[in-house]
């Protein structure tokens, strides 16, 4: 198989190869890892074709384009000989094309007039077609790797341009900051569009968000082609009535508001006010086989309210007969709030898992994200399902603490020893786990102790990141010109 | 909310989620609106066996829609047969692009992705609980008795 150097981003490194994993398991193509560094934005790959390439690079969103591999090399002579011996055959295809070519440094760089004596090198290719910035007909590459303050590159690739990615243009796109309708717990556009392309979104499949808020994932979900709809216990959310994060911004704003703003309202289902614990979605009884699924997806990230409490549906204590009267002739009254109790989030973690596996068909996907102390004691700690097989951990890891990105697979039914299915439903059925404070979850949130400002760090690195993803998008522009 | 969001509620109450009464809801004074949509074959073709079919029929009997077929369509019924193409050709398989959806699949469209219930009530079967739908969103907090 021919090989192709994916030029990466230098972020969110413990995504990367789980992105275009899973872009090539979406497009149904065979993928294998030759060469790749968590430090590097260079990653060599095999591929069966450029149109395979084409398939993962034009929806990845950590990828910046993909090449074809013409030579390698730590030199300039050793890059030449390979470039000969590797590409030499295919020089003839190109002899009358209009081309580009270009230079790029990774840590360091040259000036114009080295980058065109390195060009020049080139010269053997015998390249008589038009040199042309805009749209040419082929696109040829030297990168050179640096480490940090070298003058002389480490490693160098020279390849021919088979794809660009939408990285740039759907980061501008999704762009929080240009979005119609926020809260301050929406989750930043790349990491929602990184989340459904982990979860094997593709067009035709439908796609569900338990916690949608203001529809960060399911819009994300929609772009990328799924049908979606969402959930979320606080109806002002979903409605719009709970205002916005900006400052001074009145009149309606909503969520079908953002479906509209992306020309994504067509995909969109709709949502519901609902309590995951008592959802109104269909949960197939245990007695019936296991292919009654009907989600192609889950997507979500969860409440974590630790110090304000996470609450679900229900009473701290069973409710007196009197008491119960007293709801049953309110209820329909406006302004009746219905009363919530305390709950865990590891049992919240659990009830996931158990409705994914109820949910979901065969080899459905949910990815969910998890905060997670960085503490050795807790640091493995990953919810598990018998019906779920774990297929990536993806790390954002902060300064004590860190979110993770768990996603599973609903395993077939002929995966699954007979009666656990029944067994995990039966529990489903019943709740909350009687074991919510044992050792194992005691010790998780011990490593919250600190939640307040875990809490105040999260929204601070949040508005940094904001504030700096305009510098960081522009040195990787300045990067790519030179 | 668009109908075929029907096809995945039930009610909320869990004594209730094994009453087989429960599902589907039963919409009760709603306010419809059709909302045009994009045509998404691809997922029509997804969708078409995870629906329940006997209940969405029943469903928009009781909205007074346009009736669905007593048994569901095939996948086949949703593409359009192509007139370029001769009938014999299986051996080269239409690519999936050049697909056009068919009247069977425009109509169920039409019914299950751009009819939309705006304002009313979605009431259980079994236990008879109202959930009401205000601007499109429906409401299944249950009540501090129900929980
Ligand atoms: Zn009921």
């Known amino acids: ?482 | 909310m668009k109908l075929l969001t029907l096809n995945f509620l039930t009610c909320a109450i869990k004594t209730c989620k094994t009453n087989s009464a429960s599902f589907p809801l039963h919409p009760r004074d709603a306010e419809l609106e059709i909302v045009e949509a994009d045509v998404n074959l691809p997922f029509l073709k997804n969708i078409l066996p995870r629906l329940m079919w006997d209940e969405l029929r029943g469903i928009c009997t009781e909205l007074g829609l346009p009736e669905l077929p007593a048994t569901p369509p095939t996948p086949a019924d949703l593409i359009q047969p192509s007139s370029s193409t001769p009938e014999t050709t299986d051996a080269a398989p239409i690519a999936e692009a050049d697909e056009e959806p068919s009247q069977t699949a425009k109509d169920l469209h039409r019914v299950l992705l751009e009819t939309c219930i705006q304002e009313g009530k979605l009431v259980c079967g079994a236990c008879e609980h109202e959930y009401a739908v205000k601007e499109g969103v429906a409401n299944f907090l249950l009540p501090g008795h129900l929980v």
């Open chain 1, 1 to 482: 198989m021919p090989e192709y150097l994916v030029r990466l981003a230098q972020a969110h490194e413990s995504f990367r190869k789980v992105e275009l994993q899973a872009l090539a398991d979406v497009a149904g193509v065979t993928l294998q890892f030759v060469k790749y560094e968590e430090d590097s934005p260079y990653c060599i790959v095999n591929l069966c074709s450029d149109s395979a390439a084409r398939k993962i690079i034009t929806r990845s969103i950590l990828a910046q384009g993909i090449y074809e591999l013409w030579g390698q090399g730590s030199t300039y002579r050793t890059l030449h000989q390979s470039v000969r011996l590797l590409s030499g055959f295919q020089w003839p295809h190109y002899e009358n094309a209009s081309f580009r070519f270009t230079v790029e440094g990774y840590r360091g760089g040259r000036s114009a007039s080295e980058q065109r004596d390195i060009i020049d090198s080139f010269s053997y290719m015998a390249l008589k077609g038009q040199p042309r910035m805009r749209l040419p007909d082929v696109a040829f590459r030297v990168f050179e790797d640096y480490d940090l303050d070298a003058k002389e590159p480490k490693y160098l690739y020279f390849g021919r341009l088979v794809a660009e990615s939408p990285r740039n243009e759907a980061k501008r796109t999704f762009d929080l900051k240009k979005r119609h309708y926020i809260s301050t717990t929406s989750m930043d556009a790349e990491l929602t569009l990184l989340t459904a392309n982990i979860a094997h979104v593709a067009p035709g499949k439908l796609f569900y968000d338990p916690f949608m808020g203001t529809g960060g994932f399911p819009i994300a979900c929609a772009h990328f082609g799924a049908v979606v709809f969402g959930s979320d216990i606080d109806g002002r959310t979903i409605r719009g009535t709970g205002g916005s994060a900006r400052r001074g911004q009145t009149g309606k704003y909503d969520v079908v508001g953002n479906f509209r703003q992306y020309g994504i309202e067509s995909s969109y289902l709709g949502a519901f006010v609902s309590d995951l614990t008592n959802t109104p979605l269909r949960i197939p009884p245990p007695t019936m086989d296991l292919t009654t699924g009907y989600l192609d997806g889950i997507v979500c990230d969860p409440p974590y309210g630790i110090r304000e409490g996470l609450k679900v549906l229900g009473s701290r204590q069973a409710l007196l007969e009197t008491e119960k009267q007293t709801h049953q002739d309110q209820y329909k009254a406006p302004g009746y709030i219905p009363p919530k109790r305390p709950y865990s989030f590891t049992a919240l973690l659990d009830d996931i898992l158990a409705f994914a596996v109820a949910t979901l068909v065969e080899d459905g996907r949910i990815s969910m994200w998890m905060p997670t102390a960085n503490d050795e004691d807790i640091e493995l700690i990953i919810p598990s399902h018998p019906c779920l097989e774990l297929t990536s951990v993806c790390v954002q890891a902060f300064n004590k603490w860190s979110r993770r990105l768990l996603t599973y697979r609903r395993r077939r039914e002929s995966e699954v020893p007979e009666g656990t299915l029944e067994s995990a439903k039966k529990e489903y059925e019943k709740g909350t786990r009687a074991s919510e404070l044992n050792d194992f979850r005691r010790k998780y949130f011990q490593g919250f102790k600190e939640f307040e400002s875990m809490k105040k760090e999260f929204v601070r690195l949040k508005m940094n990141s904001r504030a700096t993803e305009e510098t960081v998008g522009t040195a990787e522009e300045r990067e790519a010109r030179t």
